[in-house]
T-cell receptor, first 114, second 113 residues
């Protein structure tokens, strides 16, 4: 079956530090990949997505590149802010299941300190 | 305002007492889904629906039922709740299939004693 593996948190960074959150996946087909963010007390919201190899998704200073050869979709940001403190989820949707099921990783909590 | 609403937001109940968590979206989305979020396990898909009267099991469907009689509503039913169903539940919807952006509700925190 499909699976998504994320680095364990929590990740604690100082403001303006560089962020990387690793995500690797296994999938039967050629999936679409997503990063969702969950702020405290809220539901998830889409941060960025990529649908084919070498695509780069970007939003709010965050980026992730779809690497088919390494089955990875690592999230990066050059300079984090306190307001980026949240839980980040990597996810995939697989065409072999008709894109009907969505598989999430376990989430990585990011804490940014001033 | 485009949104997914869930009710109730918080619920404490006892083992075996049937309950329903409602989910409604106002975006005319075909796809709706239920997830549970547990520490260390992330989000796991319970059930999803591609359209009215079309539902299917996700990864953890045991102990849950759903129905999709109207496009906007997708209630989650626990016929006989047990303590291992204590969790944070999210409803989500999207246009088309799961490869599109999903819009999530605010969550329902359920405690089963």
């Amino acid at each position: 079956g499909n699976s998504v593996t994320q680095m364990e948190g929590p990740v604690t960074l100082s403001e303006e530090a560089f962020l990387t959150i690793n995500c690797t996946y296994t999938a039967t087909g050629y999936p679409s990949l997503f990063w969702y963010v969950q702020y405290p007390g809220e539901g998830l919201q889409l941060l960025l997505k990529a649908t084919k190899a070498d695509d780069k998704g970007s939003n709010k200073g965050f980026e992730a590149t779809y690497r088919k050869e390494t089955t990875s979709f690592h999230l990066e940001k050059g300079s984090v802010q306190v307001s980026d403190s949240a839980v980040y989820f990597c996810a995939l949707s697989d065409p072999s299941g008709g894109y009907q099921k969505v598989t999430f990783g376990t989430g990585t909590k990011l804490q940014v300190i001033p | 305002e485009a949104q997914v609403t869930q009710n109730p937001r918080y619920l404490i109940t006892v083992t075996g007492k049937k309950l329903t968590v409602t989910c409604s979206q106002n975006m005319n989305h075909e796809y709706m889904s239920w997830y549970r979020q547990d520490p260390g396990l992330g989000l796991r898909q319970i059930y999803y629906s591609m359209n009215v009267e079309v539902t299917d099991k996700g990864d953890v469907p045991e102990g849950y039922k759903v129905s999709r009689k109207e496009k906007r509503n997708f209630p989650l039913i626990l016929e006989s709740p047990s303590p291992n169903q204590t969790s944070l539940y999210f409803c989500a919807s999207s246009w088309g299939k799961g490869y599109n952006e999903q819009f999530f509700g605010p969550g329902t925190r359920l405690t089963v004693l």
